[in-house]
């Protein structure tokens, strides 16, 4: 298996940002991509941004970009969303999602999800 914690969320102020962080773990894994989505009470999950993981090649929601960048480590197999300029639109739950190779199979794994909260 592989597991995925996130964490770095919590309650801000609006202009605040927030770098969420998800540590993925396991044994005989190989990451292919990474990213997140979020979900919003009475909303549907959407996706936010995404990387891969050799390249590097980054994707945003198109309503994200200029304000949310991804990046990560490959050698602590952790993903980050820096959040800037947050709105109290962005609150929601924030979830990591890995697409991995673990023994031949390819798979996708989410984490907990970390909750984001931005007051006006």
């Known amino acids: 298996q592989v597991q995925l914690v996130e964490s770095g969320g919590g309650l801000v102020q609006a202009g605040d940002s927030l770098r969420l962080s998800c540590a993925a773990s396991?044994?005989?894994?190989?990451?292919?991509?990474m990213g997140w989505f979020r979900q919003a009470p009475g909303k549907e999950r959407e996706f936010v941004a995404s990387i891969s993981w050799v390249f590097g090649s980054t994707y945003y929601a198109d309503s994200l970009k200029g304000r949310f960048t991804i990046s990560r480590d490959n050698a602590k197999n952790t993903v980050y969303i820096q959040t800037n300029n947050l709105k109290p639109e962005d609150t929601a739950v924030y979830s990591c999602?890995?697409?991995?190779?673990?023994?031949?199979?390819?798979?996708?794994?989410w984490g907990q999800g970390t909750q984001v909260t931005v007051s006006s």
């Open positions: 396991g044994t005989i894994f190989r990451i292919k991509t």
């Open positions: 999602t890995a697409k991995a190779e673990r023994l031949g199979a390819t798979s996708h794994y």
